[in-house]
Each structure stands twice: as structure tokens, then as C-alpha cells.
């Protein structure tokens, strides 16, 4: 339980199957006390960075698994700092988490259960929580989930037309991910369009190393482009997004692939990184299409394209739409990405305004069409503050 003296100060972590994410927050401010992250894990010298106090510092582990790896990162930790709660990032939380929780035993095998759903990344986040019990025994977790802002979709836009036993049986339905980011940007978007969150209907592009679309109504999810994996959709770094689903079948006769070949050239083999044939990178790709190469062009184009397509066909479900805002690594740094996907959008009208374009990004948040035309936003992703929030929130109800 926070205590009165000194400002709720929350622990974030987030495991990834190769990854640890981590920062120590004060939710109330948004300041960040530690921030850094483990890359590299599963190979034999994973990097630990971090930051505290604008000091950047780095080693490398000689122990290369989460347990070992959060052990470091709870040591450097400052002593005088005390931590209040732990707020995890937990990846699926299937149709049983449609929120976010304490973590409790009931809770553990839950995110268990889940795991056949997200085989790479909820053991990962399973590890983390077992090895923050194991430091913090006595202080609270809180579980917050990707798929979590999704359970509100309905069954229309969830439900894939297969046989309906596959759906009641083995729960294989959309669940849609990045929801951490959606929840908060649609909260900042609220702030910026001066517009109560319960009056909005958004659609937001949280475009990273993956990519998704969601349309938000009223604070809620009602369509996305995520699927059962986060491998359906949009174009990504490496990953194709939707494919005709024959395609499995084609490969496997006619190249001899296996299902695991199949799936590794589908996630890890695709996207910019396949069409390219040279990086997964939007930045590569846009400076090696400014100098003439004609295959990072086409990978920018069929992102664009794709991107616009899914923007337009998510408003299907909205009974209006007040802004279009751009997330994530590439959506809030490529200003090229944004000024070509609003090209496509002739329906909408929107007027890029260019000097408004260049001005935002990663460190500012606002319009970048002109006032009197459709307004598109870019508002920077903040996925920590989010857990820490949420993580706040529940200790608090938890304790009054
Ligand atoms: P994220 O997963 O949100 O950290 O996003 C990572 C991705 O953002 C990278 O793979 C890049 O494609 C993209 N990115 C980051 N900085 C830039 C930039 N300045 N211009 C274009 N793309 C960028």
C-alpha cells in the first residue's frame, strides 16, 4: 500500500519472449525515475541498458534467461527508492481477463491457461511476475493485458465465420492486441480534441515493430485489425499481415514447407523486410527510396496502401468519426507515412498541413491537417504510464 509520505511509485515491467522493458514511475506525475531494457535474451551476452536520472549506463549479462535477468534489474534499482506495486504487461488474457487485475493464484493460472494462445510471450510474462514475488513478496501485482480493451468488441466484428464449434470449443475468435496503447492514446486524444472520451469515435494506427488499426467509441474497442495472433492485418516490419489463407496450403505443396517454415517466413520473413529484401525499418526504407530504389519503394507503398485500406474499412463500425490519430514508432516519426496514408483518405478530406506534419512526433503531440479540415492527430504512445496507472488504480480500490 502507497504510503502517505512519499508519491505512489510503481515498478513496469514488460517481458517479451527476447526482451525485458522496464521502468520505475510516479503514475500521478508521469515521471520516470528508471527506465531500460534487456535485448538480446535467449542469446549469449544479452545487454542490460538503463537510465536513471538522464544517466545512461549498460551491461552485459552472463545469464541469459528472465529470471536471471530481472534479478539484475530489481538490483539496480536505488535503495532509498521504494517501490509501492509491480505492474506487469501480460499479453493474452483471452476472454477471462477484460480488465486489468491484482495477481492472485487464480489470476497466475488464468494467464497460464492463456498461454496456448500466446505461446512466445505469456511464459515470458509469467516469468516476470515469478521473479518480481520472489523480490517483492509482500507488495501488489497488478496484470494488465494487450487483448483486455478488445473484450468489448462485438461478436460481429470478433467472430470469424469457421465452424462455430471452433470459436465455443477452443475460444479461436479475434482478440486484437496493442490495447494498453489504444486506451491510452484514445484518453490523450480526448485532452487534445477538447472533447469528452464517452462523446469520441477515433480510429488510431499504433504502428511499431507491429502494427494494428482499432476503432475506439465512446472509450471503447469496436473493431481491430489484430486477429487471433497478432499476426492478421496490416503490413509490419516483418510480418505479412493478412495473406489469403490458401497460401498456407500453396507453400506447403509447392515449395515442401512445413507448418513451422510456413509460420517463421509469415512472422518473421514478411512485411517491409520481404518486399524490401533489405530492412524491416521504415526509416532504411524511406531514405533508401528518397535515393531511387525501386523494391523500398514498393514496400512503402503496399504499407501505405494496406494501412489506408484497413483505416477506411474500420469505420464501417462507427456511427461517426471525429479524428484519425497515428501511433507508435513509425506513426509518430514518420511524417512521410503519415502525409501518403492521408492521400488515400480523399473520402475524408483531410488537408495535411506539411509544417504541422514535420512539427509533431515522438516529442509533441497535435494536428497535422489544417483547423478547417478532417482532423488527424499524432499523439505519442506511452504503454508504461498506462500500466502504471492501471496498477495504481487497482491498489487503490484494493486498499479503501
Ligand atoms: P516501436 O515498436 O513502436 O518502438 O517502433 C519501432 C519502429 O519505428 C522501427 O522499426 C522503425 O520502423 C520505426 N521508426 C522509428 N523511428 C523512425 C523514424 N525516425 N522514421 C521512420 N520510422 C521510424
Known amino acids: 500500500m502507497p504510503s502517505a509520505h512519499h508519491p505512489t511509485t510503481i515498478l513496469v515491467i514488460n517481458c517479451g519472449s527476447s526482451s525485458i522493458k522496464f521502468a520505475v514511475i510516479q503514475p500521478q506525475t508521469g515521471i520516470e525515475l528508471v527506465i531500460g531494457q534487456v535485448d538480446r535474451l535467449g542469446e549469449t551476452h544479452p545487454t542490460l541498458t538503463w537510465k536513471i536520472n538522464t544517466k545512461q549506463q549498460q551491461l552485459t549479462l552472463s545469464r541469459s534467461n528472465h529470471t536471471a535477468a530481472l534479478q539484475k534489474i530489481i538490483a539496480l534499482i536505488p535503495e532509498d527508492l521504494e517501490i509501492d506495486a509491480i505492474g506487469h504487461r501480460v499479453v493474452h488474457g483471452g476472454e477471462q481477463f477484460t480488465q486489468s487485475v491484482l495477481i492472485t493464484d487464480d489470476v497466475l493460472a488464468g494467464i497460464e491457461h492463456c498461454s496456448s494462445l500466446a505461446p512466445l510471450h505469456n511464459p515470458a510474462n509469467l516469468a516476470g511476475i515469478h521473479a518480481a514475488t520472489t523480490v517483492f513478496a509482500d507488495k501488489p501485482q497488478v496484470a494488465v493485458f494487450d487483448t483486455a480493451f478488445h473484450q468489448t468488441l462485438p461478436r460481429r466484428a470478433f467472430m470469424y465465420a469457421i465452424p462455430y464449434e471452433w470459436y465455443s470449443q477452443d475460444r479461436f475468435r479475434r482478440y486484437g492486441f496493442h490495447g494498453t496503447s489504444y486506451a491510452y492514446v484514445a484518453t490523450e486524444a480526448a485532452k487534445k480534441l477538447s472533447k469528452p472520451l464517452g462523446e469520441l469515435s477515433l480510429i488510431i494506427a499504433h504502428l511499431g515493430n507491429g502494427c494494428s488499426v482499432c476503432a475506439v467509441e465512446a472509450g471503447r474497442s ?30 506447403a505443396t509447392h515449395k515442401g514447407w512445413t507448418l513451422d517454415r510456413i509460420m517463421q517466413a509469415l512472422n518473421q520473413e514478411s512485411g517491409l523486410l520481404g518486399l524490401s529484401g533489405q530492412s524491416n525499418d521504415m526509416r532504411t526504407l524511406v531514405s533508401a527510396a528518397e535515393q531511387g530504389n525501386d523494391r523500398a519503394q514498393l514496400a512503402i507503398e ?60 515522438t516529442q509533441s503531440a497535435g494536428r497535422i491537417t489544417s483547423d478547417d479540415s478532417f482532423p488527424c492527430l499524432v499523439i505519442p504512445t506511452n504503454e508504461e504510464l498506462m500500466i502504471a496507472r492501471e496498477t495504481l488504480t487497482l491498489i487503490s480500490t484494493s486498499t479503501s
Open 302 to 361: 503496399v504499407f501505405n496502401y494496406r494501412l489506408a485500406k484497413s483505416i477506411m474499412a474500420l469505420t464501417t463500425g462507427l456511427s461517426q468519426l471525429d479524428a484519425i490519430v497515428f501511433t507508435g514508432g513509425i506513426g509518430e516519426n514518420s511524417s512521410s507515412t503519415r502525409a501518403e496514408v492521408l492521400t488515400y483518405l480523399t473520402l475524408l478530406q483531410p488537408t495535411l498541413d506539411p509544417e504541422r506534419n514535420a512539427q509533431h512526433g
Open 222 to 251: 469496436i473493431d481491430t485489425s489484430m486477429g487471433l495472433s497478432p499476426l492478421e492485418g496490416l503490413v509490419m516490419g516483418t510480418r505479412s499481415g493478412d495473406v489469403d489463407p490458401a497460401l498456407h496450403a500453396f507453400l
